[in-house]
């Protein structure tokens, strides 16, 4: 499973369509491009008030709305150089991934500007 369908699996219930149709980033749908307002078609799931809800229940403080690895430790999923380096590699990530720092910064918006184009409501400032 790739590291971005997990984020998405423990975000999104498993009825909404993000989770239950999630294709890898990676994948291109040229075959069967989705009607223009599929997006628009997805329930709405409000991110920021569920990674809250995680947050106020963990025994850590982790300011998962600027770090990528406190978002992945709040969603129980390794966080880990290597895993990090394997979402940039399914987020298409074009940046030395031997720079730390920048690849966590970009994989950060990346992830948040994914889960609004996959139906989650976001904050503007979080995608930007």
Same mark, same amino acid.
């Given at each position: 499973?790739?590291?971005? #369908?997990?984020?998405?699996?423990?975000?999104?219930?498993?009825?909404?369509?993000? +989770?239950?149709?999630? $294709?890898?980033?990676?994948?291109?749908?040229?075959?069967?491009?989705?009607? $223009? @307002?599929?997006?628009?078609?997805?329930?709405?799931?409000? +991110?920021?008030?569920?990674? /809250? *809800?995680?947050?106020?229940?963990?025994?850590?403080? =982790? /300011?998962? !709305?600027?770090?990528?690895?406190?978002?992945?430790?709040?969603?129980?999923?390794?966080?880990?150089?290597?895993?990090? !380096?394997?979402?940039?590699?399914?987020?298409?990530?074009? @940046?030395?991934? &031997?720079?730390?720092?920048?690849? &966590?910064?970009?994989?950060?918006?990346? +992830?948040?500007?994914? =889960?609004?184009? &996959? *139906? @989650? #409501? +976001?904050?503007?400032? =979080?995608? !930007?």
């Amino acid at each position: 499973m790739s590291i971005f #369908k997990a984020i998405l699996d423990k975000i999104f219930p498993s009825s909404h369509p993000a +989770v239950a149709e999630a $294709a890898p980033p990676a994948a291109t749908p040229t075959a069967a491009p989705a009607p $223009a @307002g599929a997006p628009a078609a997805m329930p709405a799931v409000d +991110v920021e008030a569920i990674l /809250n *809800g995680l947050a106020a229940k963990h025994p850590e403080k =982790l /300011n998962w !709305k600027t770090s990528i690895v406190d978002l992945m430790k709040l969603l129980g999923l390794d966080s880990s150089l290597a895993a990090r !380096k394997q979402l940039a590699t399914e987020l298409h990530y074009s @940046g030395d991934t &031997n720079d730390s720092a920048a690849m &966590n910064i970009w994989l950060h918006k990346q +992830v948040m500007q994914k =889960l609004a184009e &996959n *139906g @989650g #409501k +976001v904050p503007d400032d =979080l995608k !930007k």
